[in-house]
């Protein structure tokens, strides 16, 4: 009964924590997700990875390196997410996603301001590749996905696609930004400004704003409450449900990543100019940030197996028309294929993990299947840049990694009901 009576208790808190408006103004929950939005505006993601390309160019043309010793600095950043994200999930598990975040910041920001005084030498661009993802170690999604989790339950999809938004918007603004300080003031002074942006504004925001829910905490509401649901990290391993999204999501990492980076080759293989094709990427990033947002509210009304089924099938559909003569054709269609998918991916990560495994280890869990989105990144990446080289062409490559996602598809289909459900 006193169980019975906690969990009615954490129901009601649930509902009342998930509206918008709350005494004072914003509610806590939903302040904690706007700021978490801020915080990967320009955070990690988009500083290290989506903005890698203006950066390297500039960075290699001063430099008067090579583009492939440049590059090489991006093939590095996405190892070190390999064992940096299985370490990130467990330090939320074990101090709470916002202290974290909190320690990382103000070192992340001072060691992108430090990048102003990088060494001219090609190693000391390689520790810093090293060295700025461990800095930034709290600021990957990961963390942001851990606040929203730990305050949504009815909500939650919607949570996850506003909280997630903050990549696709940062990965529009920053990019465009450095288009004008790259050229006027150079790669240290841009890299200085982000730095000072992140420490004096960011910083002083996420001091204020953010907060995490109950479900944080493994007391719950009241001292009678139950512990958090779930699997442990040994049970949440072994389960039918992990095997399942680990083997999707290598599927969607070999995706977005071999699109994101081979997309102008494989249009311009296609007859069309380099010109048009980076402007696709713009298109791109739009769908990205819709696809953020509609994948988020839809997780909310329709299961999530169905939306993973739509989003796999719809990477299908942009391999065919990538493999097909009409390619320059149907470009846009298919460049708006690929923003939905990616916008889709990481809400529904971090919603099949509450939903299938539970919120116990939800960091270790998170952080072991991003690591095999990775994996399955750095692979697709590489696979489908051999495939010019040995048939002649992107079609063979475009042709398989259609079937993978038609692979995909049928893992989420096989998936099965909530385990952890929301609480009605």
């Not at 009615?8 to 649930?14: P, R």
């Not at 790669?187 to 200085?192: E, G, Q």
């Not at 989003?311 to 003569?325: D, E, K, N, Q, R």
């Not at 889709?344 to 991003?370: C, H, P, S, T, W």
């Amino acid at each position: 009964m006193a169980a019975q009576i906690a969990g009615d208790a954490a129901a009601d808190a649930s509902g009342r924590a998930e509206g918008m408006w709350s005494v004072g103004g914003l509610s806590p929950a939903w302040r904690s997700v706007f700021v978490s939005a801020l915080m990967l505006a320009l955070g990690a993601s988009v500083v290290l990875v989506l903005s890698f390309g203006p950066f390297a160019q500039a960075i290699g043309r001063d430099n008067h390196w090579a583009p492939p010793q440049v590059s090489l600095g991006a093939t590095i950043i996405a190892l070190m997410l390999i064992p940096l994200s299985p370490l990130q999930g467990a330090l939320v598990d074990r101090f709470g996603a916002r202290l974290l975040a909190l320690i990382s910041l103000p070192i992340f920001g001072l060691s992108l301001a430090g990048m102003y005084w990088l060494p001219a030498r090609l190693e000391a661009f390689y520790a810093a590749c090293v060295w700025l993802p461990i800095a930034g170690l709290g600021l990957w999604p990961l963390t942001f996905a851990t606040v929203a989790t730990s305050w949504f339950t009815r909500r939650l999809g919607l949570a996850l696609g506003v909280v997630m938004t903050g990549i696709g918007v940062g990965g529009i603004l920053i990019p465009a930004a450095l288009g004008f300080v790259l050229p006027t003031y150079g790669w240290r002074m841009a890299y200085l400004l982000i730095g000072l942006l992140v420490l004096f504004v960011v910083f002083p925001v996420a001091v204020w704003g953010l907060r995490e829910g109950e479900r944080a905490r493994s007391t719950g509401v009241g001292a009678d409450a139950p512990p958090l649901e779930g699997y442990s990290l040994g049970e949440g391993l072994a389960s039918r449900s992990f095997l399942i999204i680990a083997g999707a999501f290598a599927v969607l990492g070999i995706f977005s990543s071999s699109l994101i980076v081979h997309q102008v080759g494989i249009l311009t293989s296609a007859g069309m100019s380099v010109g048009a094709a980076i402007s696709l990427q713009a298109l791109v990033g739009a769908a990205t940030i819709v696809g953020r947002l509609g994948s988020g509210w839809l997780l909310d009304k329709v299961p999530a197996a169905a939306l993973a089924t739509v989003l796999f099938l719809c990477g299908a559909g942009v391999c065919a028309i990538y493999a097909s003569p009409f390619a320059m054709t149907y470009a846009a269609v298919a460049a708006i294929g690929v923003g939905l998918v990616i916008g889709g991916e990481f809400d529904l990560l971090a919603f099949v993990i509450r939903r299938y495994l539970g919120q116990r280890a939800f960091g270790k869990l998170y952080g072991f299947l991003f690591s095999v989105f990775q994996l399955g990144a750095a692979a697709g990446t590489y696979a489908l840049a051999l495939a010019p080289q040995q048939f002649g062409s992107y079609r063979p490559g475009l042709i398989v990694l259609g079937g993978l996602c038609l692979l995909g598809a049928t893992l989420f289909l096989a998936i099965g009901p909530y385990r952890f459900a929301a609480s009605k």
